[in-house]
């Protein structure tokens, strides 16, 4: 038995493979040949869709408990009335990406639901590892809440929204925001969420498929984690499948792709959230590897996909 791609995004695919198959992939540990290869494709996936002309942006600088200060992008849909509002964690392995390089998706977003966004330039590992980067987006959310009167912001309905690493970041948020009785998250929404720093045995009926690898996690939690990754001392504000008890968290939308690296981490915290009681929507896409949305955007199942998204943030 074997798996086997979705023919429109193994047409939108085979370009891209060729190239990358012509490239010596990063060796285990390569952060920067990691950043040299992915941020290019970040930023042209970004700019293959038309970017709405009805949101508006602006940048606004968040300071934090350590003293730094970041960048975080307010998206807001021209006309839309007051009321829900999410924190964008962009994805890429918690070592690269920037909010620019998502700029095309979160707007579409915004545009498509009318719900303003707020995207958040954490700071990456290995330079900042945990918990840096989650702290910095424990501070995000708390000045979403204490601005929310002045943006138009109900702060009642705040959700989290993650793509890959920034995934993991809103699952790792919603914990460490029940830990410390924060501020409310009324919903996550977590896309092919990185979460699970053990998940190292390949799978060899979806690794010809894998766009990040296993070598890629290899390389990516040790950044953030150090020499804990893989141990008995990992928190699960820094990977969230270690999460012992799941009651209390918000509700949860979940999806992850079968060819995807992460889709049985995802599977699992799918049920371990339901099990606890989380009400949750779970969405597994056959046929389709990591980031299949950004790969073949007009594919059918990506238009499925984003519809789906765009409904769970239509819900906050």
Do not use: C, N
Request: aromatic share 6%; hydrophobic share 45%.
């Amino acid at each position: 038995m074997s798996f086997g791609l979705d023919p429109e995004v193994a047409a939108a695919l085979a370009p891209m493979g060729e190239a990358m198959a012509a490239a010596t992939p990063p060796a285990v540990g390569d952060v920067a040949g990691r950043r040299a290869l992915w941020e290019p494709i970040l930023a042209a996936a970004s700019a293959a869709l038309p970017i709405p002309a009805d949101v508006t942006t602006r940048d606004v600088e968040i300071p934090t408990d350590d003293g730094a200060t970041i960048t975080a992008r307010w998206y807001v849909k021209d006309g839309a009335p007051a009321g829900p509002a999410a924190l964008f964690f962009h994805g890429g392995g918690y070592i690269f990406g920037h909010i620019d390089q998502f700029d095309g998706p979160v707007s579409r977003y915004a545009s498509a639901s009318g719900v303003s966004m707020l995207s958040v330039e954490y700071r990456r590992a290995p330079e900042h590892p945990h918990p840096t980067p989650l702290e910095d987006a424990y501070a995000a959310l708390r000045w979403l809440h204490d601005h929310s009167a002045e943006l138009g912001v109900d702060p009642e309905r705040i959700g989290v929204m993650g793509d890959s690493a920034g995934g993991g970041m809103a699952a790792a948020l919603t914990i460490l925001t029940r830990e410390r009785g924060g501020p409310r998250i009324a919903r996550q929404i977590l896309l092919m969420p990185m979460l699970d720093d053990r998940t190292a045995t390949p799978d060899p009926l979806i690794e010809p498929f894998l766009i990040w690898s296993y070598d890629d996690s290899r390389t990516a939690w040790p950044a953030l984690l150090g020499e804990a990754a893989g141990g008995d001392q990992v928190p699960a504000t820094a990977a969230p499948a270690r999460l012992a008890d799941a009651a209390g968290l918000p509700p949860a939308y979940i999806e992850v792709g079968q060819l995807d690296v992460f889709r049985d981490e995802d599977t699992a915290y799918a049920t371990k959230l339901s099990r606890a009681g989380v009400e949750v929507e779970f969405h597994l896409h056959p046929g389709v590897p990591h980031e299949f949305d950004s790969i073949a955007p007009h594919s059918d199942v990506a238009r499925r996909a984003v519809a789906d998204r765009v409904r769970a943030l239509s819900s906050l």
